[in-house]
């Protein structure tokens, strides 16, 4: 299974900013696609999920900033993401679960300043 990902780069505090992300390669029908995010000196932590069947997980974090979508057809995944904050900076990682293992994409930075 392969990830690419798309979006992300600058965006002003208050900002929004949409990441795309699709999938390709031997796909297990029933899976769970989502982001991860990373800054230096961190572990990795989950933003949001959303699995095949349309149930979605969001780190507290999130706070109703951010809409995590899905399109099943296509393998893509999208994170719109809102209202952001400088602590919202750091390199997004889409991935796709399926009952056996966790693929990552490449990464993917998003920054957030004035």
């Known amino acids: 299974v392969q990830l690419q990902a798309s979006g992300g780069g600058l965006a002003e505090p208050g900002g929004s900013v949409r990441l795309s992300c699709t999938a390709s390669?031997?796909?297990?029908?029933?899976?769970?696609m989502g982001w991860y995010r990373q800054v230096p000196g961190k572990e990795r932590e989950l933003v949001a999920h959303?699995?095949?069947?349309?149930?979605?997980k969001y780190a507290d974090f999130v706070k109703g900033r951010f809409a995590i979508s899905r399109e099943n057809r296509t393998n893509t995944v999208h994170l719109q993401m809102n209202t952001l904050a400088p602590e919202d900076t750091a390199v997004y990682y889409c991935?796709?679960?399926?009952?056996?293992?966790?693929?990552w994409g490449q990464g993917t930075q998003v920054t957030v300043s004035s």
């Open positions: 991935t796709l679960r399926d009952s056996e293992k966790i693929y």
């Open positions: 390669g031997s796909i297990v029908k029933i899976n769970v």
């Open positions: 959303i699995t095949t069947l349309g149930r979605i």
